[in-house]
């Protein structure tokens, strides 16, 4: 009888699989068949992924987006996302691809098939209010700092300097706390500080910390899609954006300051195509 079980309990494993693998694999050409390609990305980073007036969801990532479309001969739809339920989403198929600001971590690519060459990256700063004259990262011991739910840096950041966190689902939840008080300084991303910082509505704050924990962007499709067809051409364009450098010009159309990882990677991609 024991025996029985067991043999019936590894066909059956063995029969999931083999239904699982096709299913996988054949996810570049359901977006084909139905003409139709769901990306996730931020709808509040400007200028990463942000709504323009008409509520349309436009920038860096949703151009990226628009590239994948266009290589596909399909339509777009963006789906926000935000740091705490975009890898959810990729895994529950609610998207075919995820590029949301998402740092390369090892514990993520257990998750998520995170897709190479990186196309992006970011350190980790603080917004803060200029009367609380933050000078170092050690002035944070026993202070409110607010922060971002499923940021990975938030957990080391409040363990080395004994920041204590109060997290939000997204950035507009953080601004306000910030602007009303609550924390003394935003810790994130020093990307998303940039553009706040032109912008007259924060002329009280300022970003006077050293960058720390810079780390590159990764985009991801499903984890067992990574070595299949899907993660494949997601490869082959993410090098043809590196080669063309036109993650550069994007750069440049959304006023970002230039960034030394990407014109690293535009002169080592450009080398191993020579």
């Known amino acids: 009888m024991l025996k029985r079980l067991?043999?019936?309990?590894?066909?059956?494993?063995?029969?999931?699989?083999?239904?699982?693998?096709?299913?996988?694999?054949q996810t570049l050409d359901k977006i084909k068949q139905r003409g139709v390609i769901v990306v996730g990305t931020?709808?509040?980073?400007?200028?990463?992924?942000?709504?323009?007036?008409?509520?349309?969801?436009?920038?860096?990532?949703?151009?990226?987006?628009?590239?994948?479309?266009?290589?596909?001969g399909v339509k777009l739809e963006i789906e926000p996302v935000v740091s705490s339920n975009r890898m959810q989403f990729l895994q529950q198929g609610k998207i075919d691809l995820m590029i949301?600001?998402?740092?390369d971590k090892p514990d993520r690519r257990t998750v998520v098939g995170i897709i190479e060459p990186l196309y992006y990256a970011s350190?980790?700063?603080?917004?803060?209010?200029?009367?609380?004259?933050?000078?170092?990262?050690?002035?944070?011991?026993?202070?409110?700092?607010?922060?971002?739910?499923?940021?990975?840096?938030?957990?080391?950041?409040?363990e080395k300097y004994g920041a204590e966190f109060l997290n939000f689902v997204g950035q507009?939840?953080?601004?306000?706390?910030?602007?009303?008080?609550?924390?003394?300084?935003?810790?994130?991303?020093?990307?998303?500080?940039?553009?706040?910082?032109?912008?007259?509505?924060?002329?009280?704050?300022?970003?006077?910390?050293?960058?720390i924990m810079e780390e590159p962007w990764g985009l991801a499709v499903k984890l067992e899609e990574r070595e299949g067809p899907w993660g494949k051409f997601m490869t082959q364009?993410?090098?043809?954006?590196?080669?063309?450098?036109?993650l550069i010009e994007l750069e440049k159309k959304w006023k970002i300051p230039a960034s030394a990882f990407l014109k690293k990677m535009n002169e080592e991609a450009k080398k191993a195509k020579s």
């Open 172 to 211: 507009a939840e953080t601004e306000t706390a910030l602007l009303q008080g609550n924390c003394v300084g935003w810790v994130y991303d020093d990307t998303a500080f940039a553009e706040r910082l032109a912008d007259a509505k924060w002329k009280d704050f300022e970003m006077k910390l050293p960058t």
């Open 237 to 246: 364009l993410s090098q043809e954006w590196h080669k063309t450098g036109r």
């Open 100 to 103: 949301a600001t998402m740092n």
């Open 42 to 72: 931020k709808a509040d980073y400007k200028p990463f992924g942000f709504r323009d007036p008409s509520g349309k969801i436009v920038g860096f990532e949703p151009d990226m987006a628009e590239d994948v479309a266009k290589k596909l």
């Open 6 to 25: 067991l043999g019936i309990g590894v066909f059956a494993l063995a029969a999931a699989a083999w239904v699982q693998a096709p299913a996988a694999a």
């Open 123 to 158: 350190g980790v700063n603080v917004l803060a209010a200029k009367k609380a004259g933050l000078k170092t990262w050690e002035q944070l011991k026993g202070k409110k700092v607010c922060g971002i739910q499923g940021a990975w840096y938030n957990k080391p950041v409040a």
